[in-house]
């Protein structure tokens, strides 16, 4: 799995006091995985979804498409990716939130069924404590 990118932008809503912070991804291809990495591990309450978009730019959202990404995430205290018990995959077509809990470092996102009628996706994660 390559690296596509850490992530573009972090956007706190509140304070880092308030413990609740909002990461979008760079946009990828319909057949590109993704590894974030560097993510805020003192954030235990992890929220991870996936918009598709018709654009290259990723900003018209795509529709009737398919597709599957599977998550898995490194938590600091094992340091090896694992499988995530609350929505392990996520279909395009009926697009679902994944969450978990743990101290989280990094996540990967694999596309393991190819998207159709998408030209871009990205990744969008809330923490909160």
Known sequence: MAVIATYTGEDR???????????TSTVAGPTDSMRLV????????????????????????????????TITVKTVNSMAYEAITDGPTITAATP????????????????????????TWRAILTFNQ
Do not use: C
Request: glycine fraction near 12%; avoid cysteine; hydrophobic fraction near 40%.
């Open 96 to 119: 679902t939130t994944s969450s978990w809990d743990g101290n989280t470092d990094g996540v990967n996102i694999a596309v393991t069924t190819p998207l159709t009628n998408t030209v």
């Open 13 to 23: 809503i509140g304070d880092r006091g308030q413990g609740v912070m909002l990461l």
């Open 38 to 69: 560097g993510l805020p591990f003192w954030l235990p309450h992890v929220f991870l979804s996936i918009k598709t978009y018709s654009d290259a730019a990723g900003t018209v959202e795509a529709t009737d498409i398919t597709g599957v990404f």
